[in-house]
């Protein structure tokens, strides 16, 4: 079956520096959608992204879909410590199917 | 826009005992709905998905079952609750095809 992998599991950075989570899937994949769960709370979408390619921003955040639609990455430049919680990717496949990735925790020192 | 209704937020049960969880949906018809648990400091696991009432798919084997008596309501329920059904459980609803996951609030299970 489809798997979704997602690096890294962990990520403490200082305040200010970037991060970067990575996603790759076993499959070409329809879509792929990013949620952000805050620590205590549930996951919140993020944004999609369908095209080969596409990259699309939200302030600080820029989203990347790979040109084989089977890879993907969340970059966040500047991190403050309002970006604290686990970033999860997840892949649609033609199915319908959505598969999440582990998560990336990331944690921001002040 | 999706409205979630999740209960209880927190709950705390000894082994062998009964479970029910339920969710329901506001502001979609006919939608897809999920059951994910997830562990303390872990990913998101599929338990249950149901396409339609009276439509339940199990992702995993468990000690769990799942049941959509109406539309917009699922349940998620165990006869005899294990120290390992501890976790965080999510219901999830999904509209139209491609759009996104809309998750509850969670339930915190804890099994003493």
């Known amino acids: 079956g489809q798997q979704v992998m997602q690096i890294p599991q962990y990520q403490h950075v200082q305040e200010g520096e970037d991060f970067t989570t990575y996603c790759n899937s076993s499959?070409?994949?329809?879509?792929i959608q990013w949620y952000k769960q805050r620590p205590g709370g549930h996951p919140v979408f993020l944004i999609q992204l369908v095209k080969s390619g596409e990259v699309k921003k939200q302030k600080r955040l820029t989203f990347q879909f790979g040109e084989a639609k089977k890879n993907s990455s969340l970059h966040i430049t500047a991190t403050q410590t309002t970006d604290v919680g686990t970033y999860f990717c997840?892949?649609?496949?033609?199915?319908?199917?959505?598969?999440f990735g582990g998560g990336t925790r990331l944690m921001v020192k002040p | 826009s999706q409205t979630i209704h999740q209960w209880p937020a927190t709950l705390v049960q000894p082994v062998g005992s009964p479970l029910s969880l339920e969710c329901t949906v506001e502001?979609?018809?006919?939608?897809?709905l999920y059951w994910y648990r997830q562990a303390a400091g872990r990913g998101l696991q599929l338990l249950f998905y149901s396409v339609g009432i009276g439509q339940i798919s199990s992702e995993v084997p468990q000690n769990l079952s799942a049941s959509r008596p109406q539309d917009r309501q699922f349940i998620l329920s165990s006869k005899k609750l294990l120290l390992s059904d501890s976790g965080f459980y999510l219901c999830?609803?999904?509209?139209?095809?491609?759009?996104?996951?809309?998750f509850g609030n969670g339930t915190r299970l804890t099994v003493t």
């Open positions: 499959t070409t994949l329809s879509n």
């Open positions: 997840a892949g649609q496949n033609a199915g319908n199917m959505l598969t």
């Open positions: 999830a609803c999904r509209g139209e095809y491609n759009s996104p996951l809309h």
């Open positions: 502001g979609t018809s006919n939608p897809n």
